[in-house]
C-alpha cells in the first residue's frame, strides 16, 4: 500500500497498490469505513490481478474533488510540528503507560 | 498528480546530511500466490507507529516492531511516530492500521483468515542498513513461522 509514488517507483517492491491521498491515510479517511474497506479489498484484489513483478495498481479515488490544493502543500514547510523536547515526550509516554494500567485493574 | 515525496524530504530535511534513499532498480523477487486471497492467511504489517496497550514506545532510530492482537480496538491502540501527521490517524487508526476493516473482510470471506497477531514498527528509521539487516529479516522470521500465505504492508 502506498501514497507516496516516487518512493515506491525507486525501492520497486514485487507488488504495489497507489492512492493518492496525503501521507497519513494510506487506507483512506477517519471514520469512513466503506471507503477504508473499498481501498483495502481493492488492494487485496491486487494480489490476484498482478501479474507482473514492481507493477504499482493506481487506485482511482480523490481526496477531494472541489479542492487538490494538499498536493501542493502535502510534507512541505511546517508539515511536521517539532519534535517535542524529551521531557515532554516522556510526560506523554508515562501517562499513556499509566492510562492503560489503570485499565487494566478493571 | 502523484506529489513528488522525494524531493519534498530532502528540502524538508535540508538541514540534515542528504538522505540515501532505497533504489533497487533490478526485477524485484516474485513469489506467486498459489491459491485466491478468499482461501489465503494474511498477515498485515504497518510502519505507522502502532502501539497496543502498554507497550513500549519506539524511540529513534528503533528498528523494533510490536506485535498487535488482531482483536485490538480503537482504544487499545495508540501511536508513537514523528515523522507524519498523525491527527487524523489517532482519531481512526484504520487510516493507517486497518485491522478492523480487515477483521470484517475476514468475516465475509473475503480473506481466508486474518493473522494473529499483527505486526507493528515505527517507519521512521533513517538507516536503511538496520531496516533491511535486522528488521526486515526478524519480521520475516515470524511470517514463515506463522505460516502466513500474503502479507499486506501498510507503510506510514
Given amino acids: 500500500m502506498t501514497s507516496a509514488l516516487d518512493i515506491t517507483q525507486a525501492v520497486n517492491p514485487p507488488r504495489s497498490v497507489f492512492v493518492n491521498f496525503p501521507l497519513g491515510h494510506q487506507t483512506g479517511k477517519p471514520n469512513q469505513p466503506d471507503l477504508q474497506r473499498q481501498i483495502v479489498r481493492d488492494a487485496l484484489e491486487a494480489f490476484e490481478t498482478i501479474a507482473r513483478p514492481g507493477a504499482i495498481v493506481e487506485l482511482p479515488y480523490v481526496w477531494d474533488e472541489n479542492d487538490r490544493g494538499w498536493e501542493t502543500t502535502d510534507y512541505t514547510g511546517d508539515f511536521l510540528p517539532p519534535r517535542p523536547p524529551k521531557e515532554d515526550a516522556d510526560t506523554v509516554e508515562a501517562e499513556r503507560q499509566a492510562r492503560f494500567a489503570r485499565s487494566s485493574v478493571r | ?156
Fill in chain 2, 1 to 156: 498528480m502523484a506529489v513528488e515525496y522525494i524531493p519534498r524530504t530532502r528540502e524538508l530535511y535540508s538541514s540534515y546530511a542528504p538522505y540515501k534513499w532505497t533504489v533497487n532498480e533490478a526485477t524485484p523477487p516474485w513469489t506467486p500466490l498459489h491459491m485466491p486471497i478468499a482461501e489465503a492467511k494474511l498477515a498485515v504489517i504497518g510502519s505507522g507507529g502502532i502501539l497496543y496497550r502498554d507497550q513500549p514506545r519506539f524511540h529513534r532510530e528503533d528498528a523494533s516492531y510490536r506485535l498487535i492482537p488482531k482483536s485490538a480496538r480503537q482504544d487499545d491502540l495508540s501511536i508513537w511516530h514523528f515523522g507524519y501527521r498523525t491527527a487524523d490517524a489517532e482519531a481512526d487508526h484504520n487510516c493507517i492500521f486497518p485491522l478492523a476493516r480487515l477483521r470484517e473482510l475476514e468475516a465475509t470471506g473475503v480473506i481466508g483468515e486474518l493473522a494473529d497477531p499483527a505486526y507493528s514498527f515505527m517507519g521512521g528509521v533513517y538507516s536503511a542498513r538496520k531496516v533491511r539487516d535486522e528488521l526486515a529479516p526478524r519480521i520475516a522470521d515470524e511470517l514463515l513461522k506463522a505460516h502466513v500465505d500474503a502479507f499486506y504492508l501498510v507503510p506510514a
